[in-house]
C-alpha cells in the first residue's frame, strides 16, 4: 500500500504520514492527501465488536501508517483517557425518531477535542529525535482555539499560537482562550473575522523569510487547524463508532447504510465522514448544514464555490466562515486526483473570488453530498423545540443540523445528527431561544439562568471560568499577526 502523501496541488513530491503532521500544510499552499485512502476497508464486524480506543487505533493505524502499533497506543491512551466525562467518549444518544452523536464530552466541550487531544500526541512521536521546535498556529472562529491550546500546553519543544476574530465568538468561548494557562501559549484577537485570520495564517505558512529567520532558531511552523492531516484523522474514528453503537442498540443490521447530518463550516467535520464511506462504512448521505453563511449550500446546489457576498455575525459563529478550506481535499478525490484541476480552481478562488467545478466531479460530489440552510431564526425555534418536545438541550450549531435533518424526506435509513459542542458554551443564546430575556447579562448570569430555567448543569470546566483571570488580552490587525507570530516564538522557545 502505498503509505505517502503528497498536495492536492502536485503529485510530485511525496512525504511520510509523520512529514505531513509535522509541516501541517505542503509548500505549495495545497493540503496533504494520500492517494491510499479506500485501498484498505475496515472490517466492520472487528468494528461493531470493540470500543472507541481500539477502532481509534483501527482507523489511525490506516491513515497514518508509518507510526508503530505501540506508538499509537500509547497516543489512543493518552488522548482519549480521564480528561473526558464520558467512558463511551462519544456516546450516541435518542433524538426523537433520530440520534444525537455528542462530540462534546472532552476537556473543551467541542468536538474539536476528538482530533486536538490527539494532535500533540501524535506531533510528538512524530518529531522525536528531531531536534526542532514547533511553533502550531491556528486560526479559529470559537472551538479549535480553545481544543488546541489545551491540547498542546505544556507539550515539550512545541509552542501554539491562537488567532480569533474579535467580538465574533461566544462569550464562554473567549473566555475559554483568554485564560489559558501556559508558558508556551499565546493568543490574539484580530480585527475582522474568521476568514481574515484563516487566510493570514495560510500566508504566515508561506512566508519563506519568516521561516527562514525562525529556521535560524531551530523553529518550525505547523498547524492544528483541520487542514492539518493529523488533525483530521482521528474524527473518522466517531464515524465508525456511532456507527458500531447502533448496531449494538440493534437498530441497525451490520452492512445497512446510515445517514450523518453535519453543521460545518471549515468541511473538516463532514470531510472525515467521506474519508470513513471511502474506508469502508456504510453510508447513504453526509448532510451538510450550513448557517446563514451558506457558501456550501450554493456550491452543492450549484456547482459554483463563491465567496463573494455577504458575512452574517450569526448565533452559531463556529460556522461563520466563508472559505472551506477543506473542500479542497474532497476536489482533489472526486475529481480522481486530478492536481491541475484543483490548482486552477483554488487560483480561481484566490484571483477571482469564486470558481466552478466540472459537472463530472459534481456528479460524484453530489452521489454522497447533500445539504440544506438554517437562518437565526429557524436556529432559535430549533433550540425550543427540541427542548420542549424532546427534553434535549442543544446548542446552536446542532440546532442547524437538526433544522436542515429535520426538513429532508425520510430515505429509510437511521439518521445521525452531529452535536459539536455543549448548549453552554452557547448559554446567551441558548437561553434567548428559550424565551428568556438576556440584556445586559453576562456569560455567567446566562449560564446560571440556563441552568435554573432546564434543570441541567453546566459543565465543570466552562462554569469553573468565572474564577480564572484573563491572561492573554492583545488585538492586533491582520497584517500584525505574522509579526506577532515571531514574537511569540521568541517569547516561548527563549
Known sequence: ???????????????????????????????????????????????????????????????????????????????????????????????????????????????????????????????????????????????????????????????????YPYGKVSDIQRLQMVT??????????????????????????????????????????????????????PQVTYYFDSYAQLVRRGVVRMGEEVTFCVPTGNFGDVLAGYYAKRMGLPVRRLVVASNANDVLTDFLTTGTYDRRRDFHKTISPSMDILVSSNLERLLYFASKGDCELVTSLMADLAEKGFYTVPERVMDEIRSTFACGRADDADTRETIFDTWRELDVLIDPHTAVAKHVLDALPADGTERVCLSTASPYKFCADVLAALGEVTDGMNGFACMDALEAKTRTAAPAQLSGLRADAVLHDDVCDRERMGGFVESACARVFL
Not at 126 to 141: E, H, L, N
Open 1 to 163: 500500500m502505498n503509505t505517502f502523501y503528497h498536495s492536492t496541488r502536485s503529485a510530485a513530491d511525496s512525504v511520510t504520514s509523520k512529514q505531513a503532521i509535522l509541516a501541517g500544510i505542503a509548500p505549495d499552499g495545497g493540503l496533504y492527501v494520500s492517494d491510499a485512502l479506500g485501498e484498505t476497508r475496515l472490517a466492520l464486524e472487528d468494528v461493531c465488536a470493540q470500543d472507541f480506543h481500539a477502532t481509534a487505533r483501527l482507523v489511525l493505524g490506516t491513515l497514518l501508517p508509518d507510526y508503530t502499533a505501540d506508538e499509537l497506543a500509547s497516543c489512543v491512551d493518552a488522548a482519549y483517557g480521564a480528561q473526558w466525562d464520558s467512558e463511551a467518549v462519544c456516546p450516541l444518544t435518542p433524538l426523537g425518531t433520530d440520534w444525537l452523536l455528542e462530540l462534546y464530552h472532552g476537556p473543551t466541550c467541542a468536538f474539536k477535542d476528538v482530533a486536538l487531544q490527539m494532535l500533540p500526541q501524535l506531533m510528538s512521536v512524530a518529531r522525536a529525535g528531531d531536534g526542532r521546535k514547533i511553533m502550531v498556529v491556528t486560526a479559529t472562529s470559537g472551538d479549535t482555539g480553545k481544543a488546541a491550546l489545551d491540547g498542546f500546553a505544556g507539550v515539550e519543544g512545541t509552542g501554539v499560537t491562537v488567532f
Open 180 to 233: 489559558q494557562l501556559g508558558g508556551n501559549v499565546a493568543v490574539c484577537a484580530v480585527r475582522g473575522t474568521f476568514d481574515d485570520c484563516q487566510g493570514e495564517v495560510k500566508r504566515i505558512f508561506a512566508d519563506r523569510e519568516l521561516a527562514s529567520r525562525l529556521a535560524e532558531r531551530g523553529v518550525v511552523l505547523s498547524s492544528a487547524n483541520s487542514i492539518n492531516v493529523g488533525r483530521l484523522a
